[in-house]
C-alpha cells in the first residue's frame, strides 16, 4: 500500500513539474507486463507469472541537466491488475539514426511495490527492493513536438540478489516536447 502512495505522489510530481523551464519532454505509453515465455534454468520453458498491462509515465529534463551527453529521467510503470510496479530514476541517451527516426538507451535505477522472495506463486520474486533498469526504444518523430516509440524496458537486481529472474516490458508511448 506505501508503495502505491508513492507510485501516486511521483505522478503528481511529474505533472507539477512538467514546466517548460525544466521539461524537455513528457511521455506517456502502454507496455505489455512480463513478456511472454522465456526459457529458464536447464532451458526448460517457463510461463509469464505476471500479468496485465503497464501505465508508463516517463519526464525526461532539459538540456541545463545533461550529464555525460545524456538527460536524466524519472518515470513509473503502474500495473493495471495489481501486480508489480515501480518508479524509476536514471539517465538516456538519444541518438536521431534518421531525419524522424531515433533510438534510445537508457540506464538507471528503480524500486519497485513487488515480491522479492518467493511468498506468492502469482507474483515474481525480484530478489531485491532496489533494481537496475534498462531500456531501449526505437522511435519516429512527428513534426517538430511529437513522436511516437516501441519501447523495451528491463528491471533486475544483476545477480546481486538470491533470485534474479528480472522483470522485461515491451510497449509503446507517445511523447511531447515543450
Known amino acids: 500500500m506505501k508503495y502505491k502512495k508513492i507510485q501516486h505522489l511521483i505522478f503528481l510530481i511529474l505533472l507539477l513539474i512538467g ?3 525544466l ?3 513528457m511521455r ?3 507496455l505489455r507486463h512480463d513478456l511472454g ?9 517457463r510461463q509469464r507469472y505476471e500479468k496485465g498491462s503497464d501505465i508508463n509515465l516517463e519526464y525526461l529534463f532539459n538540456n541545463e541537466y545533461k550529464f ?6 524519472v518515470g513509473t510503470n503502474i500495473n ?3 501486480y508489480t510496479s515501480n518508479i524509476y530514476t536514471g539517465i538516456t541517451w538519444h541518438f536521431d539514426i534518421m531525419k524522424y527516426v531515433f533510438l534510445e538507451a537508457t540506464f538507471g535505477f528503480g524500486i519497485h511495490n513487488g515480491e ?8 515474481r520474486a525480484l530478489g531485491t527492493r532496489f533494481l537496475f533498469r534498462e531500456s531501449l526504444s526505437l522511435g519516429v518523430m512527428i513534426q517538430e513536438k511529437h513522436s511516437v516509440a516501441v519501447i523495451i524496458d528491463h528491471l533486475s537486481n544483476a545477480g546481486l540478489g538470491k533470485f534474479n ?13 515543450f
Open 23 to 25: 521539461a524537455d519532454e
Open 80 to 82: 493495471s491488475d495489481s
Open 19 to 21: 514546466s517548460r523551464t
Open 116 to 123: 522479492v522472495e518467493k511468498l506468492q506463486q502469482r507474483r
Open 68 to 73: 555525460l551527453y545524456a538527460y536524466p529521467h
Open 37 to 45: 515465455y522465456k526459457f529458464g534454468l536447464r532451458g526448460k520453458l
Open 28 to 30: 506517456i505509453g502502454v
Open 165 to 177: 529472474p528480472g522483470l522485461t516490458n515491451l510497449g509503446m508511448r507517445y511523447g511531447y516536447k
